[in-house]
């Protein structure tokens, strides 16, 4: 909880939020009516997915045929599309799993939203290769079990095999994850229902009680599925990436190396969660919990990933030449000169020219430019997967077979399908489920709330009342500490920082702290703890290093009572204070 | 479920309080009966002497369950039950089962562990446990005590002395 935080770090959760102000925002948009904006979307996800449902329909009634596929593009849109929404689907994963074991706090604001994107684009992605293999009423054949075929197997030494086994995998483990973290903010949401709506979350949040021992098994449980997903989450795209890299189609080899194929996804999958999260924040008004610095971090994972995918598509094109292999020269020529250079060039510059608008600061923290480039980052990902498959299987060995594939309303249809089931589910989630993890939210508030950390922090800045306050905790001192309190507070007041200014308004005079005087208190200022509460959550490590950094003097002093001293002082305990101070020694427990 | 409890409780508003009181109720040797709280507290598992939990051993054991399954599943299947030469390839071709047995390995180990975790403790689609204060999964932290277990004086002195705002007994 009381872990240090450096002080240049941006808060995550602003408008100084109570516990109950965090249950409040999260919970309450799924307890009023929907408004206008949702009804809308939802009529619309709806509408796209009853045409996708008709198109499915359609290609299961009249066959494959009904698709534009010919001899040498048997995959077309079909899997262009399945790729597209794995990609999508890992960003989800990637922000739950890795960024938990990273320990990067800003995964609260958006993980629950992500792993149900993950979950939603999943399922769009399953579709295809259920549907394209043609009789889809087979398709569990798929599965290995003991049938009256022979018993004959699948095949277990295919990619296409892997990935089955992959995918099922993936949608279990992430849907597992989910419900998991979901569990706590049910039973919130339970706890505020009344009548069938109660019923209904107590049947979801599974009895949850909040017990010490359930959320150190929860905790536990979370970390050991985060470590597991990490490394399931990069098999999965790397096995996609097996199903192209192990076939004898020389434009396809550039799968070859399945991390180029993972960074893809997971640029991919940032990009559809920025477009989501941009929307979702401003609808449902939680733009304290999704912040410009959570929107800048993701940002910073684009441009990396982007970066790292740019770097792939030029050494392709070196290696190809490098090679000496015409086949695989020609795949590149064709790319890039043939008759789908404009996909490659949209690829090119979506994927590759674009995100590196976020170098700069600015751009990387406005809304308006980050909602545009995840679009384009969007459609620049679904052409790279369109140029890898078409292009290549337009042109293939024999020319006299070479032919230009263009979808059919079918495929399109479906694809539009896709995008409706999409948003159906996410639209419906964020009526049902908090869209920001609760309970995870408030354990960071303590560390990240921008009443703990960043210019705002301390009481409420910048009134008069406070600055009144802040000078009543400095009367009763006596005259030499008063100077140094009224010089720094002067010093403080010049500072042209922004962040010092507002802090002046609530300081404490730390020095009522046993161990404490004008020297140190100075050095804790410098680490930006100016009053009692900060103290009270400040790590005793970081007290130390402060101390530590500040010269070999201070080094013999010891730090391990301050917090609990300072939380009395907070609390405005003076005699318990008292109390204690008597016991100890120079501030050392006797 | 188990019969009634008379339980005594208190409120506290903040977390770091309620760790306080803990740490002074595990002093005066008070049985608590548990502490219940809206998100996980570090370094209370400690102070009520809870020993680590022992999750990740039995994920450890589900994941090798997995492991085992998918490999000699498909080694028996493709070398005995029906083998087929795929492409000039051995029967008992090891490296192209690595996937499939890596990814069994991590749904055993998920599903496994996530069944345990409800099993052990009970809960699951449709259980209902006694609530105990509507506001435990909102803001406040709940340190509670069975009155059969402790001396309901003394109890009601420590929380009167240690910062609970609130204080109620309550029949669950």
């Known amino acids: 909880m009381s872990s240090h935080v450096s002080p240049i770090r941006e808060p995550l959760v602003n408008g100084h939020k109570s516990y109950h102000d965090i249950t409040e925002d999260l919970v309450s948009p799924t307890e009023r009516a929907p408004g206008a904006a949702w009804i809308t979307g939802f009529v619309l996800s709806i509408t796209m997915l009853a045409f996708g449902l008709f198109c499915i329909a359609w290609t299961i009634w009249y066959g494959i045929g009904t698709w534009n596929l010919n001899r040498t593009v048997g995959w077309g849109w079909d899997i262009t599309n399945f790729v597209w929404w794995i990609g999508i689907g890992h960003a989800g994963t990637l922000i739950s799993a890795i960024l938990l074991l990273f320990r990067q706090k800003w995964r609260t604001g958006v993980n629950r939203a992500a792993e149900a994107m993950t979950i939603f684009a999943v399922i769009c992605a399953a579709i295809f290769p259920g549907i394209h293999v043609g009789r889809a009423w087979v398709v569990f054949y798929f599965f290995p079990y003991p049938n009256t075929r022979g018993p004959i197997w699948p095949n277990f030494n295919s990619p296409l095999l892997w990935d089955v086994f992959a995918i099922s995998t993936y949608f279990t483990v992430s849907l597992l994850f989910w419900y998991t973290g979901l569990v706590p903010d049910f039973a919130t949401v339970r706890d505020r229902a009344k009548g069938f709506r109660r019923k209904i979350y107590n049947f979801l949040s599974f009895g949850w009680t909040g017990s ?60 559809m969660v920025l477009t989501l999260m941009i929307v979702t924040r401003k609808l449902l008004n939680l733009q304290d919990y999704i912040t410009i610095a959570h929107i800048e971090s993701m940002n910073k994972v684009i441009l990396v990933t982007g970066t790292i995918v740019g770097v792939a598509y030029l050494t392709e094109l070196f290696i190809a030449w490098y090679s000496g292999y015409v086949y695989e020269q020609f795949a590149f020529f064709n ?85 409706g089931l999409f948003f159906t589910l996410y639209l419906l989630f964020t009526r049902v489920a908090p869209v920001v993890a609760i309970a995870e939210v408030k354990s960071i508030l303590k560390s990240a709330g921008d009443q703990y ?17 802040g000078q009543v905790t400095t009367h009763n001192v006596d005259e030499e500490n008063e100077t140094s309190i009224n010089e720094m507070t002067d010093d403080v007041l010049t500072a042209d920082s922004d962040v010092r200014v507002k802090s ?35 790590d005793v490590n970081d007290l130390k290093q402060l101390l530590v950094n500040a010269g070999p003097a201070f080094q013999s002093h010891t730090p391990e009572s301050w917090s609990e001293q300072a939380a009395l002082a907070r609390d405005g305990k003076w005699d318990e204070l008292k109390e204690l101070q008597d016991k100890l020694d120079g501030g050392k427990h006797v | 479920m188990s019969q009634s409890k008379d339980i005594i409780y208190g409120l506290w508003n903040d977390e770091e309080d309620l760790l306080r009181a803990v740490k002074v109720a595990v002093g005066d040797h008070l049985e608590i009966m548990d502490v219940y709280t809206p998100f996980p507290i570090h370094g209370l598992d400690p102070l009520l002497g809870l020993s680590e939990s022992r999750l990740h051993i039995a994920g450890f054991i589900y994941g090798s369950l997995g492991t085992l399954t998918a490999f000699l599943g498909m080694s028996w299947i493709f070398t005995k039950d029906w083998p087929i030469i795929f492409g000039g390839k051995p029967h008992w071709a090891v490296p192209s089962f690595i996937p499939i047995t890596f990814e069994l390995t991590v749904l055993f180990a998920a599903i496994g562990m996530v069944v345990t975790f409800y099993l052990i403790n009970g809960l699951g689609p449709g259980v209902v446990n006694p609530t105990i204060d509507l506001r435990i999964t909102d803001d406040k932290f709940c340190i509670a005590f069975d009155k059969s277990e402790v001396d309901v004086g003394q109890v009601e002195s420590f929380l009167k002395n240690n910062g609970a705002s609130e204080i109620h007994s309550k029949t669950i």
């Open chain 1, 212 to 271: 010490a021992k359930h959320w150190q098994r929860w905790e536990s449980l979370s970390l050991i599925l985060a470590g597991i997903a990490t490394p399931l989450v990069l098999s999965v795209h790397t096995i996609v990436s097996f199903d192209f890299a192990t076939s004898i189609i020389p434009g396809w080899h550039t799968t070859i190396f399945p991390p180029y194929f993972v960074a893809g996804a997971i640029f991919s999958g940032f990009a």
């Open chain 1, 335 to 419: 790319r890039a000169a043939g008759p789908y250079w404009w996909a490659y060039f949209g690829m090119m510059f979506c994927n590759v020219v674009s995100p590196q608008i976020f170098w700069v600061r600015k751009w990387r923290r406005s809304i308006a430019v980050t909602f545009f480039v995840s679009i384009v980052i969007n459609i620049g990902m679904w052409f790279e997967r369109f140029v890898i498959i078409a292009t290549t299987l337009a042109r293939d060995y024999v020319p006299s077979s070479w032919s230009y594939y263009s979808p059919s309303w079918v495929e399109i249809g479906i694809f539009v399908g896709t995008i």
């Open chain 1, 453 to 469: 950390t960043g210019p705002n922090a301390i009481h409420h800045h910048g009134d008069d009342n406070d600055l009144q306050a």
């Open chain 1, 504 to 538: 002046s308004a609530g300081v404490d005079d730390l020095k009522k702290i046993e161990g404490i005087g004008p020297k140190i208190s100075d050095i804790l200022n410098g680490g930006d703890i100016y009053t009692f509460a900060q103290l009270a959550s400040a």
